[in-house]
């Protein structure tokens, strides 16, 4: 039972939190090196999907399967891609702005392969 319950604050609570302080922090560098026309909103979609495809992994590996792990993942395999991609496209033509323009390039462009490895990972574990 304890075990059960570390388990889901860990995946529900303190991985969520973790995210958002990195964030918050990231926005803090961003703010104190005064960086032009910085990717905000690109960051935080960025943060949400990445941390969303997290959550269904871990959800996958350690917990049980929900409503809300199926929403995630319906948003991570048919809407996240076309976030994702966008946010490449934009931060592309920006990307030598700032470090943080360029990682959210990067960003965007590594989530295909992130979503295309966690996908196989997720059929040979079931």
Known sequence: ???EIIIFL???????ALG??????LINM???????DPPI????????TYGGLLLVILTTLFWEWSAMASLGAFYLIILGPI??????????KNRNISKYHEWTH?????????????????????
């Open 1 to 3: 039972m304890n075990n």
């Open 10 to 16: 860990t995946i529900h609570l303190i991985v969520p």
């Open 20 to 25: 958002l302080i990195f964030y918050l922090r």
């Open 30 to 36: 961003i703010k104190r090196d005064k960086v032009k």
């Open 41 to 48: 909103i690109d960051l935080i979609l960025s943060f949400a």
């Open 83 to 92: 976030v994702m991609g966008i946010i490449a496209y934009r931060n592309y």
């Open 106 to 126: 990067w960003a965007g462009k590594a989530y295909f392969v992130f979503l295309a490895v966690s996908v196989f990972i997720a059929f040979i574990v079931e």
